[in-house]
């Protein structure tokens, strides 16, 4: 390409091809004189220096709540690399003698049109110019592909061959394919192109029973030339991520046997993990990688994953918990102080999600977090903490009264938990609110079991031991919270774990604690689902226990089918997925004490199964056409509009907050619009609800609500735009704060057709 400039100015250029862009100079008025004064007296090479700028991935969203979310485990794990940018900084060049500046960069496959910029300047004097340019082959190459595919889809797959010169030719197309497809039937067709016209050969695809990134490349030979359009297509699984795990004790001088089965995983998705160690907490260390990888950025869950690495920082390593950019504890500890910050309101107050309304059980539950950091040696902002504990002193002042589920069936009017909850974290603070407490002293009818120990562990961290021994309940019993999915997020295993956490902070010797432990370690173990509040709290108290009580010698030798792989000569080991994938796994305990192992196996099934089940709520889904007409036997046409309603039930009366509800598109759909409102003619919609926050991606969207009502519906539009048989996953709906609420139904598959 020839630039055109005043003779001995410099050149900048954003884009090149075949052509010439005129630039011609002028005298710059303020502020730009200095900047190019100093860029020219910044040169000291006239070189060209051509950089094709790589893709940006974004890693941090800019939008509210829902766009801070880490949805790493329910989006696409397999991601691919579909759009290439163009993007092209020549660098400063000196122009010739004649105001010339030629170059030459290699554009990537690329149809369509490029904006050209040049910037000249010389002393004071600039100027500036902008062209466009088309970019375009004698043959264009469309290739109709949909975003994604799934292990066993068939596709139809069109490709549109432009011949954009206006002489005839005969073109020869071959398709070829990388990884998980394959070619059905004939790859190669020849088609009779007029000029100036298309052809469309038509082509057959499938997918193997396996996941990737798969790459789909069209050759066309003709007009004694060769053209190529490569293509990245991923293909992901049509269900969700499987877990299977297992965990046990073995005491010195005897020998644990484990055997992991993942026969029906499919192969390079799975991922294998075993840890031994001292740590009785590492019986639960489920518990704890679910905690810390829990997929969601409110602050509730930002604290509650930092919370237990002030205590199990060297495990969550140990166990290479931080799954994104392999962070560190000190630094996860880090990021929540930060973020915390950013969502305090004016009045101290801080916001479940960004642009929230203030939540006190997320202010107190965050004070208490700052304030063991900031004891751990952590940077904490004082004007920070003195705003919040303004805050959760201002609230006291209320003597509201809340509705108290408990013991299955019953109910009572108690003070919201927040309060003995606050009084403990301004104790802790130095800040005793010594009025409210005595009221709430006087009033004990009015507290929860694990708000008297709170308020019995305020005394005592005030220093009233005798108020201490008066208020502490002779034992955890008697009172089993039912759990909670808004609000203070309270249940029986939350409710002992904070009482045994402040239990152990004022009377470590206390004759309750080893009951409180077995207790909560028991429930840790034994319970299929929990919240990050009933993991959290009782992570902090257990890590609090084992770090004072671990007094174990014992080593292992750990072998796999026979061969020993490792030697835990510090009581600590994680095994990786290369050692682990024999059949039969041993752990040979020597010395006092007890070693305790976690293993964890997961991978996607390759037939995509799941089980169907509906746990106290039910969701379903239904297609309809853009005219209210239910849509039967999953039989579409190429380019029909299609409404998607997706209805969730719960199975009794109270309201069930954070629900997430996730429906996994089949390939050949992609998402037109999230909102029906905004769409003509959906007048026939007259029951839809509108969702708390909307995540939408290419191959699923994700719907946050709140369960208010006994039966919600919602509904968006998609476009069949690919014609074949594609899987179905199933529509999935949980609350994000008790995973025993869930519900799993409805995959299948679709047929789109032309």
Known sequence: MTVKAAPGSMVTLSAVDNGVLQVSGFESPDPYKYFYQKKALEVTAFNLYPLLFAEVRTQLSSTGGDGELDLTKRVNPMPAKRVQLVSYWSGIRKA?????????????????????????????????????????????????????????????????????????????????????????????????????????????????????????????????????????????????????????????????????????????????????????????????????????????????????????????????????????????????????????????????WDGGKEDWWTSVYAAHFLL?????????????????????????????????????????????????????????????????????????????LDSRYLLSAAYATAGDKRSFGEMLPAAFEGEASVPQTGGSFYSDVRDEAIALNALLEVDPGNAQIPVMVKHVSEKLKNRRYLSTQERAFSFLALGKHARAANKSTATAEIKVNGKTVARAADGAWRGTEAELKGTNIEIDVKGNGSLYYFWQAEGISSTGSFVEEDSYLKVRR????????????????????????????????????????????????????????????????????????????????????DLHTNKQVYYYAVRAVSPGLFKMGPVSADAMYNGEYHSYHGAGAVRIEE
Not at 144 to 167: E, I, K
Not at 677 to 704: C, N
Request: aromatic share 8%; hydrophobic share 35%.
């Open 96 to 352: 010739n003698s004649s105001g010339n500046a030629e170059f030459e960069v290699e554009i990537p496959s690329f149809s369509g049109e490029i904006r050209l910029m040049a910037v000249a300047y010389k002393g004071q004097s600039f100027g500036a110019s902008e062209n466009t340019m088309t970019v375009a082959d004698p043959v264009v190459i469309s290739t109709a592909l949909p975003r994604f595919m799934s292990p066993g889809d068939t596709l139809t797959m069109p490709v549109t061959l432009s011949n954009t010169t206006t002489n005839n030719a005969t073109l020869s197309a071959t398709v070829k394919v990388e990884g998980p497809l394959k070619v059905v039937g004939t790859g190669t067709a020849q088609v009779s192109v007029n000029g100036k016209s298309e052809a469309r050969p038509v082509f057959k695809l499938a997918a193997d029973p396996e996941i990737g990134v798969a790459q789909v490349k069209v050759q066309v030979s003709g007009m004694g030339e060769k053209f190529e359009e490569a293509i990245e297509i991923s293909v992901r699984p049509p269900s969700t991520l499987q877990k299977r795990s297992g965990s046990g004790v073995v005491a010195g001088g005897n020998t644990g046997k484990i055997s992991i089965g993942t026969q029906d995983f499919i192969e390079g998705s799975t991922s294998y993990n075993l840890v031994v160690s001292r740590s009785p907490a590492l019986e639960l260390g489920e518990q704890l990688r679910y905690l810390v990888q829990y997929p969601y950025g409110c602050t509730e869950q930002t604290v509650s994953a930092a919370f237990p690495q002030l205590y199990f920082g060297d495990l969550s390593d140990l166990m290479k918990l931080q799954q994104q950019n392999k962070k560190n504890a000190n630094e996860n500890i880090l990021e929540a102080i930060r973020k915390i910050k950013m969502r305090q309101l004016y009045n101290g107050a801080l916001t479940l």
């Open 622 to 705: 239904r297609f309809f056409n853009r005219f209210g007409q239910s849509i039967e036997g999953n039989k579409f046409k190429q380019n029909d509009l299609v409404i998607v309603q997706v209805t969730i039930e719960r199975s009794f009366s109270s309201k069930i907050e954070n629900v997430v509800i996730t429906d996994l598109l089949p390939a050949g759909f992609e998402i037109e619009n999230p909102r029906t409102k905004e769409i003509p003619g959906m007048d026939w919609i007259k029951d839809a609800y509108t969702p708390t926050a909307l995540d939408v991606r290419d191959d699923r969207i994700h719907l946050f609500v």
């Open 372 to 448: 063991e950091a900031k004891k751990a040696g952590f940077d904490v902002d004082e004007s920070l903490l003195e705003t919040l504990l303004s805050y959760l002193n201002n609230k006291l002042k209320n003597r509201e009264l809340i509705n108290y589920y408990y013991n299955r069936d019953q109910n009572k009017k108690i003070a919201p938990k927040e309060v003995a909850y606050s009084l403990y974290v301004l104790a802790l603070a130095g800040r005793s609110n010594v009025p409210a407490m005595n009221y709430y002293k006087s009033n004990t009818n009015l507290l929860a």
